[in-house]
């Protein structure tokens, strides 16, 4: 038989069920448009229990970025097996899940995040340090991980503006397709993994060393695989006699 009494929770286990809580809300609704109180309800706990275990709605927030930030870095993680271009897809896919399921949360993160500061009476909205410092936390995890398929523990200055500036073309693109999803979402995930490969192309276009480590990938794609591809699409366009 059950008693129907309710389970004590500790301190650490009380703060990770308000941290899943607040995220869960913020991945639906513009943080800033969640109140404390909804966060209480939502955890079966009153409010004056939740700022127990957070001062506030931003350090609340803050640890619900922080959560969001490990998932998001770990969606880029993807064993070195197979040609590139299958990878990066995988990538793409499990990024794409992530924007998905949390994208006001996702917008929020890339954004720099709100933080309630007092205005007059009202409130405004702006990035803080901890906030921005998981942001670029998530973009060198990103860099790292693309870099360490590549087989380079001392990577190119051509190389890493080419990675660099793929991962934050993958961020912008998620965050335009976000307004309104007017892209088929497997169109976007296949065109960013293109993208990839034609920056690496015109910076190889430049420099004999990004030639080579074009020349290396290109060697382990198959010819149905997303680079073979992308060299069909440009062909086609091409003009013909």
Same mark, same amino acid.
């Given at each position: 038989?059950?008693?129907?009494?309710?389970?004590?929770? &500790?301190?650490?286990?009380?703060?990770?069920?308000?941290?899943?809580?607040?995220?869960?809300?913020?991945?639906?609704?513009? =943080?800033?448009?969640?109140?404390?109180?909804?966060?209480?309800?939502?955890?079966?706990?009153?409010?004056?229990?939740?700022?127990?275990?957070?001062?506030?709605?931003?350090?609340?927030?803050? !640890?619900?970025?922080?959560?969001?930030?490990?998932?998001?870095? /770990?969606?880029?993680?993807?064993?070195?097996? /197979?040609?590139?271009?299958?990878?990066?897809?995988?990538?793409?896919?499990?990024?794409?899940?992530?924007?998905?399921?949390?994208?006001? /949360?996702?917008?929020?993160?890339?954004?720099?995040?709100?933080?309630?500061?007092?205005?007059?009476?009202?409130?405004?909205?702006?990035?803080?340090?901890?906030?921005?410092?998981?942001?670029?936390?998530?973009?060198?995890?990103?860099?790292?991980?693309?870099?360490?398929?590549? &087989?380079?523990?001392?990577? =190119? !200055?051509?190389?890493?503006?080419?990675?660099?500036?793929?991962?934050?073309?993958?961020?912008?693109?998620?965050?335009?397709?976000?307004?309104?999803?007017?892209?088929?979402?497997?169109?976007?995930?296949?065109?960013?993994?293109?993208?990839?490969?034609?920056?690496?192309?015109?910076?190889?276009?430049?420099?004999?060393?990004?030639?080579?480590?074009?020349?290396?990938?290109? !060697?382990?794609?198959?010819?149905? /695989? =997303?680079?073979?591809?992308?060299?069909?699409?440009?062909?086609?366009?091409?003009?013909?006699?």
């Amino acid at each position: 038989m059950t008693t129907g009494v309710r389970r004590r929770m &500790g301190v650490e286990e009380r703060r990770q069920q308000l941290i899943a809580v607040a995220l869960e809300l913020f991945s639906h609704r513009s =943080p800033d448009e969640v109140s404390i109180d909804e966060i209480a309800a939502a955890a079966g706990i009153s409010r004056p229990l939740v700022y127990h275990y957070f001062p506030g709605k931003v350090s609340l927030y803050e !640890a619900a970025l922080r959560k969001a930030a490990d998932d998001l870095a /770990g969606r880029f993680v993807e064993p070195h097996e /197979g040609p590139l271009g299958a990878r990066l897809q995988r990538v793409m896919r499990r990024f794409f899940d992530f924007v998905d399921e949390h994208g006001p /949360g996702f917008s929020a993160l890339m954004r720099g995040g709100p933080a309630v500061l007092p205005n007059g009476g009202g409130t405004t909205l702006a990035g803080t340090p901890t906030t921005n410092a998981l942001i670029g936390s998530v973009r060198q995890a990103a860099y790292e991980e693309i870099v360490s398929h590549l &087989g380079l523990p001392q990577p =190119p !200055a051509r190389l890493e503006l080419v990675v660099r500036s793929w991962v934050s073309l993958a961020e912008s693109t998620a965050l335009i397709w976000l307004d309104g999803r007017r892209v088929p979402r497997a169109e976007l995930e296949l065109q960013l993994v293109h993208d990839f490969a034609a920056l690496a192309a015109v910076s190889a276009a430049y420099d004999e060393e990004m030639a080579g480590i074009l020349r290396s990938v290109l !060697a382990d794609e198959p010819a149905d /695989g =997303p680079f073979a591809e992308l060299v069909g699409r440009l062909a086609a366009l091409a003009p013909t006699g």
